[in-house]
């Protein structure tokens, strides 16, 4: 018997999800990393991209099967359109994972002493982000989504702190300026994923209201 | 009597190489704006940006109309599905030059005195690498779109130069740190041009061939 539209969507959904999830465990170990000074422990960061990469090709070809044999109109169309749209963002914060874990590496090689300041506090913030905008959309839950656009101005609020943070530790310490220039482009760094989280649940607001509230439309 | 698939099809390909337009403007705009230090060009990067947003909507409007009553599979069906991922692309393209026009405004408003390094050069570089990603798409021509992926390495040259030299700044001057370190910034956002130019290289080459080459696949 022919699969119906719903049991196909749940199949990509799951994938989506645990994308999802290897994104959010990329991100925990890519600041562990810096913090605990660890290199051994950045390398499953790259493992984790690797299962997102995979993800991401297997997730677009779904949906383009979907597309092609089902036809899928209003809701459900909707429904795939977010998911394409989410398909990359995810993708997305597993790159910017990467670059974490390439700058650590290079800021624990240099051997320069340091003080995180807010980055651990950020993370916890984005992580949140990253976490409760996959849960809205398997949840399709329209105010968990919309908190985390409320969660923006918080995760502003810490990239803010630590910029002028290492922005002083340069001026004491002019020397080791790459390890508190690479501690900004972390910072940056968690922020794009923060972004990337709202792009999300933007898209389960879309997915399930039909509103499109980008660029505060 | 009732337009064709291929006739919505030039529509919604020239709404892409419009907001294409708009975002090589923008970025024109705000790397002149460093260079002459001139706060009021930078207006238009905004307006550029505003018509960029409009049309990311529109366009993810028609492709929904077209999957929902046209249902295209095989060519189509990728050529809609790689308008979808190139929208979201060139509107983060008009975000990064938002960023890069805001840092110009704080590094014009500090009046610190600076040398931009290889940051002209290197947005002529990406420049090119969106003119060409979007020609590769309107030509549907593969071997273009494999002449943006070529120029990549060419982008992270200059990168690693300015971040080399901006770090020299810091270290001779270190009172004058957040411009150098802005200027470092402007070299990231100009390099995540690229990568999105890179994205739609990407897609060109899936839509016209069904070749998924992301992540070397």
């Known amino acids: 018997m022919e ?3 719903d049991s196909k969507l ?3 959904k799951q994938d ?3 994308m ?3 994104a959010e465990v990329a991100l925990k170990i890519a600041i562990e990393g810096l913090l605990k ?3 051994q422990g950045l390398k499953s960061v790259h493992e984790n991209e690797i299962s997102i990469n995979d993800l991401q090709v297997k997730i677009d070809e779904s ?3 979907i597309l092609a044999k089902e036809g899928p109109v209003a809701k459900d169309l909707r429904m795939i359109l977010s998911i394409i749209k989410m398909n990359t963002d995810i993708e997305r914060m597993g790159d910017q994972c990467v670059n974490i874990a390439y700058l650590t590496k290079d800021i624990i090689q240099r051997g320069h002493s340091f003080n995180a300041g807010d980055i651990e506090k950020m993370s916890t913030v984005v992580r949140q982000m990253v976490k409760l905008s996959l849960e809205s959309f398997v949840n399709l839950n329209n105010s968990l989504a919309e908190s ?3 969660m923006d101005d918080e995760v502003d609020h810490f990239k803010n702190s630590i910029i002028a943070h290492q922005i002083q530790n340069i001026k004491k310490n002019a020397a080791n300026a790459e390890t508190f220039l690479d501690l900004v482009l972390i910072a940056r760094n968690l922020e794009r994923i923060g972004d990337h989280a709202t792009n999300i649940a933007e898209d389960v607001i879309f997915a399930t209201s039909g509103k499109d509230i980008r660029h505060g439309s």
């Open 16 to 18: 989506i999800l645990s």
């Open 63 to 65: 949906c383009m099967m």
């Open 10 to 12: 749940v199949d990509v």
């Open 3 to 5: 699969r119906t539209i």
């Open 148 to 150: 985390v656009l409320k």
């Open 37 to 39: 000074q660890d290199v």
């Open 20 to 22: 999802g999830n290897h």
